[in-house]
């Protein structure tokens, strides 16, 4: 089991930007896929971003494409989600969590199962992020 942290979260106006950070413990950190899901209220948690061990694959929802940009330091055992040109609909809490199985790094699982929530099996506790109008 890995333990993950997040921070980073508050009130912005939209337009602005903010930026998570997700410390993790435990593990063998620098193995495993990461990913970010939010949940908004009265909504499904749903995926927002994920990155692959090593960093050099990543992969975006629609909705955030061109304005998350995720990454991750191995050595820091951390992974961040930069979130420009803020909009009220990514109002929501947001969580980082590790993927189940080490093996989830290649471009076709990033796609297919890492937007999946079942795909992974530590979730942080969140971090409320909310964009005024």
């Known amino acids: 089991q890995v333990q993950l942290v997040e921070s ?7 337009g602005g930007s903010l930026r998570l950070s997700c410390a ?3 593990r063998t950190f620098s193995s495993y896929s990461m990913g970010w ?13 994920a990155i692959n061990w090593n960093g050099d694959s990543t ?3 629609d909705s955030v494409k061109g304005r998350f940009a995720i990454s991750r330091d191995n050595a820091r055992n951390t992974v ?16 980082c969590a590790a993927s189940l199985d080490s093996d989830y790094s290649s471009d076709y699982d ?4 890492l937007p999946k929530r079942d795909a992974y099996g530590s979730w942080g506790q969140g971090t409320q992020v ?4």
């Open 37 to 49: 899901f939010r949940q908004a209220p009265g909504k499904e948690r749903e995926f927002v971003a």
């Open 8 to 14: 980073g979260g508050g009130l912005v106006q939209a």
């Open 59 to 61: 992969y975006y929802a």
């Open 130 to 133: 909310t964009v005024s109008s």
């Open 24 to 26: 993790a413990s435990g």
């Open 110 to 113: 990033l796609m297919e199962l």
């Open 80 to 95: 961040d989600l930069q979130m420009n040109s803020l909009k009220p609909e990514d109002t929501a809490v947001y969580y």
